[in-house]
């Protein structure tokens, strides 16, 4: 499957190795990937459908609960870009059931190679937005209580799928297929008769990606930072304590008002580190050993990007190359996972459409109890509680 916008090497796992020469070559392969791949893809198809399509259930009882706010844009269209992968797995679970060989037309080759990379960065973009939108959030709070700022979002989104989709474009545009001495189709693999000027155009697209990884990733990680420290160094609001003592309220409601941010901060930080955690567990293991894998299966005959490699380093790398690639995979699973702790009424949805589907009922009913639980919260809450952020 693609992954950069104008590769000539594989990335769906082995990749041809040119000799020092050029003339001769020899196909690296890591066989253990013809077992785990399937199998590993069958069960991502299943749960990354199911997932997905229940947080697409979600997202429009939400909107016609009229919550759909930022954060929920970026995350329908992440949960878009997820099942546009998930549908193509299908295609790549053939293709390593037949041990690397692409029976379908050369099209669905460069469709499919692409779905992957537009999934890929699609997710690391709009996670990234939701990590800009958290921060935000939590520093302005009051800016972020007054407005959903859906059309920046919407702007953010047209952006970022343009972005992604343009870099694709070049795969789609040539062809994904190369037929083999032994007439093996494979698709995105096998490119290791390019000239060195050629391979020099790879590596300068793979390492610009693996660039505005790195750059997405630090502001990923400034972001949830600044957020964790401004939490753990908010006490309980004075303003709430205030009104809580001046009202004379019982000893439970004054428990009850100092319990509150702390069970919001809980929640913030849990966002936080699932976010972070789907970047290290999904993403970073990819980026970092991309580069040397892409120095290692291009083997530039001399100059700029020629490293010497000893057949153990090479088999190890691209060994690597395939478990990192299987990660990238688990992201469309993962997402929903981050849409559970980024916003409240996201979770209070999701438990109350499970008690209402026990009773048989629909989406209708469910917006309509989760409209009665929002209004009976606002009119319970204090009201200098109106200006604490929430994180919804």
């Known amino acids: 499957m693609a992954f950069s916008s104008a590769e000539k090497v594989a990335v769906t796992g082995t990749s041809g190795l040119g000799s020092s020469a050029g003339n001769s070559s020899f196909f690296l392969d890591s ?86 990379f537009i999934n890929t960065y699609c997710s690391i973009l709009f996670l990234g937005a939701i990590s800009v939108n958290r921060y935000w959030a939590v520093t302005r709070p009051l800016d972020a209580a007054s407005s959903d700022h859906r059309r920046r979002g919407i702007i953010v989104c047209v952006v970022i799928w343009a972005l992604t989709i343009a870099m694709a474009i070049p795969s789609l545009a040539f062809p994904g297929t190369k037929t083999d001495e032994n007439n093996v189709s494979r698709c995105f693999e096998g490119y290791q008769n390019e000239t060195d000027l050629q391979k020099r155009t790879v590596a300068v697209t793979h390492f610009a990606i693996i660039g505005i990884f790195f750059v997405v990733f630090f502001l990923i990680v400034v972001c949830n930072f600044l957020i964790a420290r401004a939490l753990l160094s908010q006490g309980p609001p004075q303003s709430e304590l205030r009104s809580t003592v001046i009202s004379r309220k019982s000893t439970m ?82 997402d929903p996972v981050v849409y559970y702790f ?39 809450r204090p009201n200098s509680e109106h200006q604490q952020p929430e994180m919804d």
């Open 253 to 334: 409601t004054m428990s009850a008002s100092t319990k509150r941010p702390r069970g919001v901060k809980r929640r913030a930080l849990q966002m936080l580190l699932a976010v972070v955690g789907v970047f290290v567990l999904s993403f970073l293991p990819h980026h970092v050993v991309q580069g040397f894998w892409t120095l290692a299966v291009l083997r530039i005959s001399k100059g700029w990007g020629h490293v010497e490699w000893d057949p153990k380093t090479l088999q190890m790398l691209n060994d690597a190359h395939q478990i990192t690639l299987l990660l990238m995979g688990l992201n469309c699973i993962l």
């Open 31 to 116: 066989e253990f990937r013809y077992i785990l791949f399937p199998v590993a893809y069958g069960i991502i198809f299943i749960l990354g459908l199911i997932a997905n399509l229940y947080v697409l259930f979600v997202l429009r009882c939400l909107r016609q609960a009229k919550a759909m706010g930022e954060i929920r844009i970026y995350m329908t269209n992440l949960t878009i870009a997820d099942l546009l992968f998930v549908c193509a797995l299908p295609f790549w679970i053939d293709y390593y059931s037949r041990h690397g060989h692409w029976v379908h037309a050369d099209f669905m080759c460069r469709l499919t190679g692409s779905l992957f």
């Open 342 to 380: 980024a916003t409240r009424r996201f979770r209070r949805l999701i438990m109350a459409h499970m008690k209402k589907t026990i009773k048989g009922e629909g989406c209708s009913q469910t917006t309509t109890s989760l409209i009665s639980m929002d209004s009976k919260h606002q009119n319970q």
